[in-house]
C-alpha cells in the first residue's frame, strides 16, 4: 500500500499540469481567455469526466473479480485508474475510455489473476486497444491522406514529425522550451517532461522505482 501512494504522489505533477494543459490548449484553439482560472477550470470540466468514466468502470469490474475470487479488492487499481486517463488524449469519447479501461483491467490483468501476477500494463494494454481500434480518435486521420490529392494541410500528431520531414525546430509551432515544460497538444499527462522527471526522481528518492529500469528503458529508446 506503502509503494501505491507514492506512484499516485509521483503521478500528481503530471495530473495537475495535464489539467491546466488541456484547458491551456483548448482556450488557445478558440480563442478564449487563456488566464490561470479559466485555464484550469477547462481543464476540469474535460480532464475530470474522464476519471469518473475509468474508475466507475474499472472499480466495478475489479468488484465482480473480487467476488468471483472471493477476495478484497485490490488497491493497485487506484494507480492503474490514475494512469488511463493520463495517456489518453483529451478529446477521447467517454464510452471510449469505459470500453478501454474494462478491457486494459481483464484482459491485462484479471485474466492473468490480478495485481502482480500480470505480464503487461493495464494502462497501455488500455490505450493499445485504443489505439488499433480506433485509431482515428486517438492519433487523427488527415495524415493518411496522400500527398498531391488537393487538400491544403496535412495534420500530423507531434513536432517530431515536422522534424523527420526536415523541417528546421524553430519553424515548428512549439519551441524546445514549451516541449520540455509540455505546453503542447498531446495526451492529458505525457506532454510535460519535466512533471515526468519530477515523478521519476520522487520514485527513485523512495526507492519505489529503479534507476537502472529507467535508464534501461530510456537506452533502449535511443
Same mark, same amino acid.
Given at each position: 500500500?506503502?509503494?501505491?501512494?507514492?506512484?499516485?504522489?509521483?503521478?500528481?505533477?503530471?495530473?495537475?499540469?495535464?489539467?491546466?494543459?488541456?484547458?491551456?490548449?483548448?482556450?488557445?484553439?478558440?480563442?478564449?481567455?487563456?488566464?490561470?482560472?479559466?485555464?484550469?477550470?477547462?481543464?476540469?470540466?474535460?480532464?475530470?469526466?474522464?476519471?469518473?468514466?475509468?474508475?466507475?468502470?474499472?472499480?466495478?469490474?475489479?468488484?465482480?473479480?473480487?467476488?468471483?475470487?472471493?477476495?478484497?479488492?485490490?488497491?493497485?487499481?487506484?494507480?492503474?485508474?490514475?494512469?488511463?486517463?493520463?495517456?489518453?488524449?483529451?478529446?477521447?469519447?467517454?464510452?471510449?475510455?469505459?470500453?478501454?479501461?474494462?478491457?486494459?483491467?481483464?484482459? @491485462?490483468?484479471?485474466?492473468?489473476? @490480478?495485481?502482480?501476477?500480470?505480464?503487461?500494463?493495464?494502462?497501455?494494454?488500455?490505450?493499445?486497444?485504443?489505439?488499433?481500434?480506433?485509431?482515428?480518435?486517438?492519433?487523427?486521420?488527415?495524415?493518411?491522406?496522400?500527398? @498531391?490529392?488537393?487538400?491544403?494541410?496535412?495534420?500530423?500528431?507531434?513536432?517530431?514529425?515536422?522534424?523527420?520531414?526536415?523541417?528546421?525546430?524553430?519553424?515548428?509551432?512549439?519551441?524546445?522550451?514549451?516541449?520540455?515544460?509540455?505546453?503542447?497538444?498531446?495526451?492529458?499527462?505525457?506532454?510535460?517532461?519535466?512533471?515526468?522527471?519530477? @515523478?521519476?526522481?520522487?520514485?527513485?528518492?523512495?526507492?519505489?522505482?529503479?534507476?537502472?529500469?529507467?535508464?534501461?528503458?530510456?537506452?533502449?529508446?535511443?
Amino acid at each position: 500500500k506503502r509503494s501505491m501512494i507514492f506512484v499516485v504522489i509521483a503521478l500528481l505533477p503530471c495530473l495537475l499540469f495535464g489539467i491546466y494543459n488541456t484547458g491551456y490548449q483548448s482556450n488557445l484553439l478558440y480563442g478564449a481567455n487563456t488566464s490561470i482560472f479559466n485555464n484550469i477550470w477547462a481543464g476540469l470540466l474535460t480532464v475530470l469526466p474522464i476519471y469518473i468514466v475509468t474508475y466507475s468502470v474499472g472499480g466495478l469490474c475489479e468488484a465482480i473479480f473480487s467476488i468471483i475470487r472471493k477476495h478484497e479488492i485490490n488497491e493497485g487499481f487506484l494507480v492503474t485508474g490514475m494512469l488511463i486517463p493520463l495517456c489518453m488524449p483529451p478529446d477521447i469519447p467517454l464510452w471510449m475510455v469505459g470500453i478501454a479501461t474494462a478491457f486494459g483491467i481483464v484482459i @491485462g490483468k484479471e485474466i492473468f489473476g @490480478g495485481t502482480g501476477f500480470n505480464v503487461f500494463n493495464p494502462a497501455l494494454v488500455a490505450r493499445a486497444f485504443l489505439f488499433f481500434s480506433y485509431p482515428t480518435k486517438m492519433s487523427g486521420d488527415k495524415v493518411w491522406v496522400a500527398q @498531391g490529392s488537393g487538400v491544403d494541410v496535412i495534420s500530423q500528431a507531434t513536432p517530431l514529425a515536422d522534424l523527420a520531414n526536415n523541417i528546421p525546430i524553430n519553424e515548428v509551432n512549439h519551441s524546445w522550451f514549451d516541449m520540455f515544460i509540455g505546453f503542447i497538444p498531446g495526451s492529458i499527462g505525457e506532454t510535460s517532461t519535466l512533471c515526468i522527471l519530477i @515523478g521519476a526522481l520522487f520514485l527513485i528518492i523512495t526507492g519505489i522505482g529503479s534507476w537502472r529500469t529507467m535508464f534501461g528503458v530510456f537506452v533502449g529508446m535511443i
